[in-house]
């Protein structure tokens, strides 16, 4: 996907770094010269020069075939106007905006903003979720400590679907949160189930990431 950041504050400069280590083609407006320069000497040539509510440095960007616009500035009027032209003049699908003012959020939203965030993980949870093919989301890493929050859709055919958490091993540093079903949040007990569709979140450290999908493959179940 082609995603269009405006604004390299520390917002912009790591959810850009993060988007372009998954792969994604991403490029960045800022009008801050040094945060242009620092750009492209850590992560390439995504960087351009502008007043990114300025439809200059839009049309230089190719706006008009991003999928989604992220206005991460720390102007909540900028960020407002942003995504509206990308909409209206560019035709953008997806916008999505900091707020940085809770108080504007329902400005926002009557003004047609399609999604608005006011923390960086949550602005790389929500632009993965517009990404279909990315079936773990990282919804939070905790670098620092070693920790993610990772989410994952328990698939058809799964061999866990109808067993009991008690059936199941996980390890220590392994956490199974939360469930989502039918739009309802569920806290997993012994006696819980698996559902087909569930969207589960777990808790863990990073080496064991991949526990999720261990687990619908019916690995963690215990030996009977």
Same mark, same amino acid.
């Given at each position: ?92 699908? +997806? ?43 990282? $919804?939070? +890493? ?33 956490? $199974?949160? $939360? ?32 526990? $999720?999908? +261990?687990?619908? +493959? ?7």
């Amino acid at each position: 996907m082609y995603i269009i950041i405006v604004g390299a504050g520390k917002i912009g400069y790591y959810l850009t770094k993060h988007l372009l280590s998954a792969g994604h083609e991403v490029a960045v407006i800022e009008k801050n010269a040094k945060k242009v320069e620092t750009i492209i000497n850590d992560l390439g040539g995504v960087a351009i020069q502008g007043d990114g509510s300025d439809a200059g440095p839009m049309v230089e960007a190719g706006m008009n075939r991003a999928d989604i616009v992220v206005a991460a500035t720390g102007d909540d009027e900028d960020n407002l106007i942003i995504c509206q032209m990308a909409k209206k003049k560019f035709g953008v699908k +997806r916008t999505i905006a900091r707020i940085n003012n809770p108080k504007n959020e329902h400005i926002f939203a009557v003004l047609g903003i399609d999604s608005t965030v006011s923390y960086v993980d949550a602005l790389v949870a929500q632009i993965e979720r517009e990404i279909p093919a990315h079936s773990l989301i990282h $919804l939070l +890493r905790l670098r620092d400590v070693g920790a993610s929050f990772i989410e994952k859709q328990v698939p058809a055919g799964s061999p866990v679907i109808g067993m009991p958490m008690h059936e199941i091993t996980f390890p220590d540093q392994f956490l $199974l949160a $939360l469930i989502i079903r039918n739009g309802k949040a569920l806290i997993p007990k012994g006696t819980t189930t698996l559902e087909e569709g569930d969207q589960v979140i777990a808790v863990t450290v990073l080496e064991y990431e991949d526990h $999720l999908d +261990r687990l619908f +493959r019916g690995e963690l179940v215990k030996k009977r």
